[in-house]
């Protein structure tokens, strides 16, 4: 991969020129017709289902001004790309829309279309196309992302089932505290830090858990909120113990209480209900994938989430 750098250009070049002809030195997927034309065109495999999403980051809400634009840029697919995996699908194309501050010069943006560039290349899909403008005094960027899978094997938050096991992938809180890190509310620590800015949408377990999980959501406005929300759909309870969520040593070390952990958001992990029949099958498809899964809880006739048998005080994140 070229590093998809700025290239300097005539002094009046503007800002969706400078782009353009970073992504087109880079190298153009051929759907993208070389950026030249007024919309892309991408060949859609016949019997598959088409799966969108798209999601959004302001600056000064969800990253901070500091935040290295190539993090930025990789945290915005990875959002999205979180979503696809909680679809169970395969990433094939994405579509980027960025309102990039009147502060911020070109090699800022290019650093952040470096991000996408590198996570793209790591976890599938294309970057077709898109929209660059000045949006004043802070960024705001948005993304669209298409994937594909088996007709009628997408993976819902509203098919759990009563006495489902409930999983979760990775460790639980780690962005969160990342979070406080990067506003100089706690002490340094690189992994923390990273888990904020550089999360791992878990695409490879969601794939494996087609035909194995019930139900299934991403884990980004904090373990309990999503919970709630998944055992909502599905028109149940989620019972969790606190002494089953996994954390990082890290997480550990900080001395912040699990439930609180549980209520942090950005973990993009993959929260999901299978049967305890499916426990092989769970296991299984850890090994396979190389992630780490945890069985913390169940789900049972009735509504809400209890922690440890008691409502939780703080569920986590609501969008107002």
């Not at 990253?63 to 790309?81: E, H, I, M, R, Y």
């Not at 070109?106 to 996570?119: D, K, M, N, T, Y």
């Not at 007709?151 to 006495?163: F, H």
């Amino acid at each position: 991969m070229r590093t998809g750098r700025c290239l300097t250009g005539a002094a009046s070049a503007g800002l969706e020129e400078r782009l353009l002809a970073a992504l087109r030195e880079a190298g153009a997927p051929a759907a993208a017709l070389g950026f030249a034309d007024d919309a892309s065109v991408l060949p859609w495999p016949l019997g598959l289902d088409l799966v969108l999403t798209h999601d959004m980051l302001a600056e000064g809400v969800h990253f901070t001004s500091t935040c290295p634009p190539a993090d930025v840029g990789w945290k915005l697919v990875a959002v999205n790309l979180s979503d696809l995996a909680a679809m169970g699908a395969r990433p094939v194309a994405v579509l980027l829309g960025a309102g990039i501050a009147a502060s911020r010069d070109p090699e800022w943006a290019c650093s952040l279309l470096l991000g996408v560039r590198q996570i793209l290349d790591r976890f599938g899909g294309v970057l077709v196309g898109g929209d660059t403008i000045r949006s004043g005094a802070a960024s705001v960027l948005a993304l669209t992302a298409l994937g594909s899978l088996p007709p009628g094997a997408a993976l819902r938050r509203s098919g759990a089932r009563p006495g489902d096991d409930l999983f979760v992938s990775g460790t639980i809180g780690d962005a969160g505290l990342g979070l406080e890190i990067a506003q100089g509310r706690r002490a340094a620590d690189a992994f923390l830090l990273k888990r904020y800015r550089r999360p791992t949408p878990r695409l490879a377990l969601s794939q494996a858990l087609r035909g194995v999980a019930h139900a299934c959501i991403d884990v980004s406005d904090g373990l309990l909120r999503d919970a709630s929300r998944l055992a909502a759909a599905s028109g149940l309870a989620a019972k969790i113990e606190s002494a089953r969520i996994p954390l990082s040593p890290s997480a550990r070390a900080s001395g912040v209480s699990v439930a609180r952990l549980a209520a942090m958001g950005d973990d993009y992990e993959l929260l999901f209900a299978a049967p305890a029949a499916a426990r092989p099958a769970v296991a299984a498809a850890s090994r396979a994938t190389e992630t780490p899964v945890a069985r913390i809880g169940c789900l049972v006739v009735g509504e809400g989430v209890t922690l440890d048998g008691a409502v939780p005080a703080d569920l986590g994140h609501l969008h107002r």
